[in-house]
């Protein structure tokens, strides 16, 4: 299998921008996403502040950026409406055209997940930016939404994190592809010292030739003196480099 993105999650205002664009140019396998809710995600607060500054950072240094959407944001994009806090963040772009956010994942999974979810109008938004790459969390809970999504007949990928962003080793609610034509991903409890034997194990559920992607979050912190626990750079390049290395050494690279 081939793995298309490795991607590190909740990066913060408290790392150093040009520590992050450096890993990105570094590994060009490698995503940055920042997680995105009204509470700490809103224009003047720290955390937007700071991201704003890397994705404008990022129109001329090639690194993937992505944003995983959360909470009272999630239900808006669920219910068709785009804030515009974070519609400013999608449409900046890259002097080739191309989104710098290139995907945006939405947590449908993570969190209260009771709220209504208009596939149609989800599928309005996918249409309106086919350049970014959608992602749904999966789990038995959301057969029925991501079954109407897909019956709209828009692009989407999936991922397998049934312990909805907690971090928990989920390898046992891992299978193969979950839709044909919708590409598959997994997260849960990824580090950087288990992500080698779980690729062995993803690599026995898919088609040798397939692209997927790995996700990896609470294990890529470390506790910061006042006791936070907080995405770590050096975490995260050593679970990019065993994901790389895992990669040379078992699958095919395009």
């Known amino acids: ?17 040009d520590e992050i664009i450096n890993l990105g140019k570094k590994y060009p ?15 003047s607060m720290p955390r937007y502040v700071w991201f704003d500054t890397l ?3 990022a129109r001329v240094n090639k690194i993937k950026l992505a944003m995983h959407v959360n909470a009272e944001y999630r239900t808006e994009l669920c219910h068709g409406n785009i804030p515009y806090s974070l519609r400013r963040l999608w449409e900046v772009r890259r002097d080739n055209g191309a989104p710098v956010i290139g995907r945006v ?42 079954k109407r999504l897909d019956n709209q007949g828009v692009p989407f990928s999936l991922l397998y994190d049934v312990s909805g962003g907690e971090g928990k080793l989920s390898r046992d ?61 050096a975490l995260a390049e050593k679970y990019i480099e065993r994901a790389i290395a895992w990669q040379v050494l078992n699958g095919y690279q395009r």
């Open 105 to 146: 994942q939405v947590n449908i999974n993570g969190g209260n997940d009771k709220f209504k979810f208009y596939a149609g109008k989800v599928a309005d938004i996918i249409r309106a930016y086919p350049n970014i790459k959608f992602i749904f969390q999966y789990a038995p809970a959301q057969q029925e939404r991501i």
């Open 173 to 233: 609610s891992w299978g193969g592809i979950i839709l044909p034509n919708h590409q598959t991903g997994y997260a849960g409890g990824l580090s950087p010292d288990n992500i080698a034997p779980n690729l062995d194990y993803i690599n026995t559920l898919l088609p040798v030739d397939y692209s997927t992607w790995v996700d990896a979050e609470g294990k890529l912190k470390s506790v910061s003196p006042d006791g936070k626990k907080l995405f770590d750079t």
């Open 29 to 43: 396998m490698a995503e940055f996403a920042i997680q995105a809710h009204p509470p700490k995600f809103s224009p």
């Open 55 to 57: 994705v404008h950072a």
């Open 1 to 17: 299998m081939n793995i298309e993105y490795i991607t590190c999650s909740d990066m913060r205002e408290h790392n150093d921008i």
